[in-house]
C-alpha cells in the first residue's frame, strides 16, 4: 500500500468512525432514548394490553420528572469539571493558546453579519483574556466551521494579526482537534501551549492531546454544575434534557476513546508534567502517561485487553455515582 492509497484509508476509517457514532449517539441521547421508550410503551398498550406497555410509560415519566426536580446533570458534571482544576500561576511566557471549536453559530452570524455564538462562548472569552496577557503567543482556534469572518474580525479588533491566529477548520471531533492540530502546528518538545475548553470536556480532550504527542497546561472554563439554580428554574424539561445529553456524551466519549486506543487513560487527570509547566519550566522529554521517551512508538494495546481493563474502572465509577458528595469549586 502506498502513501496516497494509506491516506486514502485512514481518511475513510475516520469518517466511519465519526458516522458510526453520530448514528449512536443519536439512538442514546437522553431525549430520543425517552422519545424511543415512549413509542414502544404506547404502542405495547394499544396490541398487547397485557405486556408492559405501562411499564414503560411509567419509566419515562419517572426519568423526566427525576431530571426536572433533581439536579442530575450537575451530580454528573461535577467529577468532569472537578478533575482540572484552574491553574493557580501561569507561566510568564508561553508559545500559544490552543482553542476547541463548536462556539460560532455559523448561519446565524452569516445572516446577521455579526459574531453570534452559543453556550460555549467564555472559550472565545477567556482565550482574548489570554491573548491580551501574552501578546507574543500564537492562538489556534480548531474545528470546523469556526473561520468564520466574524470570529476573524472579532479577535483582529482585539489586536491579534494575522500572523499570531491561526485556524484548523477540518476537524470534527474532539480526536481530530488534537490530531490534525499537532499536524498543522508541529510543536517543539519544549513549547508550552494552553488549552482553552469546557470543563467537562477537559479530561477527554486532554487524553488524546497525550495521544498525539502533544502535552498541553489545561484552562477549564465554562463551569456548568455550579450553577446555583432554584426549583422554578429548574423547571425546564428541555433544557434539563439538553445539559444532561451534553454530559452523558461526555462520559460515553471517554469510555469510547480509551476502547478505540485515542485515548491511553479512561480518566485523564493532571500529571507532574504539567504541574511543572505551570511554573514554566521544560516539559520533561517522556510521555505524560507513559515511561516511553517516544510518545509515537507505544504499541496499542488489543481491543480486547482494552475493554477488560474498562470492568474494575466502570464498576468503581458506578460505585462512585452514588457515593459522590459535591463540593464548592475553587476559582
Not at 460560532?104 to 460555549?120: F, H, I, P, W
Amino acid at each position: 500500500m502506498n502513501q496516497v492509497e494509506t491516506n486514502e484509508y485512514w481518511v475513510r476509517t475516520l469518517d466511519l468512525m465519526h458516522d458510526i457514532f453520530q448514528l449512536f449517539w443519536f439512538i442514546v441521547r437522553p431525549g430520543n432514548l425517552l422519545l424511543i421508550v415512549l413509542l414502544v410503551g404506547t404502542v405495547l398498550l394499544w396490541v398487547r394490553p397485557d405486556a408492559n406497555g405501562r411499564l414503560w410509560l411509567t419509566a419515562v415519566s419517572g426519568v423526566l420528572l427525576l431530571v426536572t426536580l433533581l439536579p442530575v446533570h450537575g451530580w454528573i458534571a461535577q467529577p468532569l469539571e472537578q478533575r482540572f482544576p484552574l491553574p493557580q500561576t501561569l507561566p510568564e511566557a508561553i508559545d500559544g493558546i490552543i482553542v476547541l471549536g463548536g462556539i460560532v453559530q455559523n448561519e446565524t452570524a452569516s445572516a446577521s453579519g455579526t459574531l453570534a455564538v452559543n453556550d460555549n462562548a467564555e472559550r472565545i472569552m477567556v482565550s482574548a483574556g489570554l491573548v491580551l496577557r501574552y501578546p507574543q503567543a500564537r492562538l489556534l482556534v480548531t474545528g470546523r466551521n469556526e473561520r468564520h469572518r466574524t470570529l476573524i474580525a472579532w479577535f483582529e479588533a482585539l489586536g491579534l494579526g494575522r500572523g499570531r491566529l491561526a485556524f484548523e477548520a477540518e476537524s470534527r471531533n474532539t480526536f481530530e482537534n488534537a490530531l490534525f492540530s499537532e499536524r498543522m502546528i508541529k510543536p517543539k518538545p519544549d513549547e508550552i501551549w494552553i488549552l482553552v475548553t469546557s470543563a467537562k470536556h477537559m479530561p477527554r480532550a486532554v487524553g488524546v492531546f497525550r495521544k498525539v504527542g502533544w502535552p498541553v497546561l489545561p484552562y477549564p472554563v465554562d463551569f456548568r454544575s455550579l450553577d446555583d439554580e432554584s426549583l422554578t428554574d429548574r423547571l425546564n424539561v428541555a433544557s434539563n434534557l439538553v445539559r444532561l445529553a451534553n454530559v452523558i456524551k461526555e462520559w460515553i466519549g471517554l469510555i469510547a476513546y480509551y476502547a478505540l486506543d485515542r485515548s491511553d487513560e479512561i480518566f485523564p487527570g493532571p500529571v507532574i508534567d504539567e504541574a511543572k509547566r505551570s511554573q514554566n519550566t521544560p516539559a520533561m522529554k517522556a510521555c505524560p502517561w507513559t515511561r516511553s521517551t517516544d510518545c509515537r512508538s507505544r504499541a496499542s494495546r488489543p481491543l480486547g485487553v482494552r475493554l477488560q481493563a474498562m470492568i474494575p474502572l466502570l464498576s468503581g465509577f458506578y460505585v462512585a455515582s452514588f457515593q459522590f458528595s459535591p463540593k464548592p469549586l475553587q476559582r
